[in-house]
């Protein structure tokens, strides 16, 4: 019940293209759900996260939709770019512990 | 503002020998998490510190062990190292504890186990 389920496993998309990540969850106490965006040889980095009182958030070209009844959230890379080519997490905690629950990442590949 | 600060970036060990890992938080940031990076299992929680004390632990044996000090700084030991511990091993600061709380990262100490 603790995991989080993350599609597809890689992602290959055109320069100017968006780019889709999907997330799933079980456990209906996660009330806390970021993405982090990670490049190689650094580590993850906080991109954009929610809430489960919203349903959509918005930063920049990122957009997360998120789903309460369906237990799913995405992220969405509008007009992509070769310097979105990194590996993508989705994760989810709730309250009351700052323990992150990761899914199994997302190669995002922006070909120019 | 620095951000978080792990050291060493790389270590390596043999097996049966201990490791220890430093990681300085964020300035004001007063939770500390560590985290395992490989490419198999992914991103899973180690420990969680705040305020000198231990409030969360992953399912990780007794051999990973954390602790924290008053300037917030942490540092996690892994004892009777296995081949197994070759990971990338990140430290993410917050704020405060409790849930909610954005968690930003280090780069991460890079252990390899001979």
């Known amino acids: 019940q603790q995991q989080v389920k993350q599609s597809p496993q890689s992602l290959i998309v055109q320069k100017g293209g968006i780019s889709i990540i999907n997330c799933a969850y079980e456990?209906?106490?996660?009330?806390?759900f970021p993405w982090y965006q990670q490049f190689p040889g650094k580590g993850p980095a906080l991109l954009i996260a929610i809430r489960p009182d919203v349903s959509e958030k918005k930063e920049g070209r990122f957009t997360i939709s998120f789903n309460k009844s369906a237990k799913q959230f995405s992220l969405h890379i509008m007009d992509s770019q070769p310097g979105d080519s990194a590996t993508y997490f989705c994760?989810?905690?709730?309250?009351?512990?700052?323990?992150?629950?990761f899914g199994q990442g997302t190669r995002l590949t922006i070909n120019p | 503002k620095a951000g978080v600060t792990q050291t060493p970036r790389y270590l390596i060990k043999t097996r049966g020998q201990q490791v220890t890992l430093s990681c300085s938080p964020i300035s004001g940031h007063r939770s500390v998490s560590w985290y395992q990076q490989t490419p198999g299992q992914g991103l899973q929680f180690l420990f969680e510190?705040?305020?000198?004390?231990?409030?969360n632990k992953g399912n990780f044996p007794g051999r990973f062990s954390g602790r924290q000090f008053s300037n917030s700084r942490s540092e996690m030991n892994v004892s009777t190292l296995e081949l197994g511990d070759s990971a990338l091993y990140l430290c993410?600061?917050?704020?405060?504890?409790?849930?909610?709380?954005?968690?930003?990262f280090g780069d991460g100490t890079r252990l390899s186990i001979l």
């Open positions: 510190y705040f305020s000198e004390t231990q409030r």
């Open positions: 993410a600061s917050s704020l405060f504890a409790g849930g909610n709380q954005p968690q930003h």
């Open positions: 994760a989810a905690s709730h309250q009351g512990a700052q323990k992150l629950v």
């Open positions: 456990n209906t106490a996660f009330d806390y």
